[in-house]
């Protein structure tokens, strides 16, 4: 199994509250650095005892881990997108929508020669993202 594990540079509550607004991901594990039993790495910032350790997302049937990492900075996901198939349009247009508040739209959703509704989407983490719904009769993965 292979699962995305993204660092958040210091804003990963800020993205679990986004994504859980967005996409309905429920929260399966939280742990914060102030909960470590060792001690913190000499290159985070005094003040990260409340950021996010670690996390599990849940996602439909996905699960996503993530973190704040040990540095503040510039979000910098690059050479990837997360390929999101939902069961018909409206919502796949409702996730897309929501996605794109504060990111940047890649490729408009719409009707492909692949999909009756697909789009690409750079949320406001950078997170590069690809909404897709099924052609009818194919099964979704």
């Given at each position: 199994?292979?699962?995305?594990?993204?660092?958040?540079?210091?804003?990963?509550?800020?993205?679990?509250?986004?994504?859980?607004?967005?996409?309905?991901?429920?929260?399966?594990?939280?742990?914060?650095?102030?909960?470590?039993?060792?001690?913190?790495?000499?290159?985070?910032?005094?003040?990260?005892?409340?950021?996010?350790?670690?996390?599990?997302?849940?996602?439909?049937?996905?699960?996503?881990m993530?973190?704040?990492?040990?540095?503040?900075?510039?979000?910098?996901?690059?050479?990837?997108?997360?390929?999101?198939?939902?069961?018909?349009?409206?919502?796949?247009?409702?996730?897309?929508?929501?996605?794109?508040?504060?990111?940047?739209?890649?490729m408009?959703?719409?009707?492909?020669?692949?999909?009756?509704?697909?789009?690409?989407?750079?949320?406001?983490?950078?997170?590069?993202?690809?909404i897709?719904?099924?052609?009818?009769?194919?099964?979704?993965?």
């Amino acid at each position: 199994m292979i699962q995305p594990y993204l660092f958040f540079n210091g804003r990963c509550d800020e993205a679990i509250a986004f994504y859980r607004d967005c996409l309905g991901a429920e929260v399966e594990l939280i742990m914060r650095f102030k909960d470590s039993p060792d001690p913190l790495p000499s290159e985070m910032p005094d003040d990260w005892g409340e950021k996010v350790m670690h996390t599990t997302l849940r996602i439909g049937e996905c699960r996503i881990m993530a973190s704040d990492g040990c540095e503040s900075g510039k979000d910098d996901f690059k050479g990837f997108a997360l390929s999101f198939t939902l069961p018909n349009e409206s919502e796949a247009t409702r996730v897309f929508g929501l996605l794109s508040d504060g990111g940047s739209v890649q490729m408009p959703i719409g009707k492909t020669f692949w999909s009756p509704c697909f789009g690409m989407v750079q949320d406001k983490f950078g997170i590069h993202w690809m909404i897709t719904v099924p052609e009818t009769g194919q099964p979704q993965r």
